[in-house]
């Protein structure tokens, strides 16, 4: 799913876009910084947010409080069941952060479906393109 998103913001399309992808452990609060935009991708761990997602709020929150307000951000949950613990912890945080979710959040619950696929790539084009088109 990450892939697809990463495909998705790296259409050729689309110019003027830098993608950059960065593992929850190499996240610093100098790269949320540093953006433009944000997308944030994960599991659904018992009704919660993976630790490692937790881990980059926990350790960047303060730093970025200030300085990222308005920051334009869209997530997505690979959701087992619902993705509603997830979804409102990542919501709850980001609010506290006063950034700005762009669209509603890609929930993928429940078995794997192929269109997943097709739905973070989605996701990478849109909000790449609407950094492009200067919409966010």
Known sequence: MRDAVIRGANDPDISGVTVR???PLDTTSVDIKAAQAVIIGTTENLGYMAGLI?????????????????LPFAFYVRAGHDG????????SITTGLKWRLIQPPLLCKG??????????????????ASLEAGII
């Not at 937790?54 to 308005?70: A, I, N, P, Q, W």
């Not at 509603?84 to 919501?91: N, Y």
């Open 84 to 91: 509603t613990g997830t979804r409102r912890a990542i919501e």
């Open 111 to 128: 078995e794997f479906d192929e269109v997943f696929i097709a739905q973070c790539a989605e996701l990478g084009t849109t909000v790449a």
């Open 21 to 23: 992808v960065l593992s």
């Open 54 to 70: 937790k881990d980059v709020f926990d350790r960047c929150y303060y730093d970025c409080l200030e300085s990222t307000e308005g």
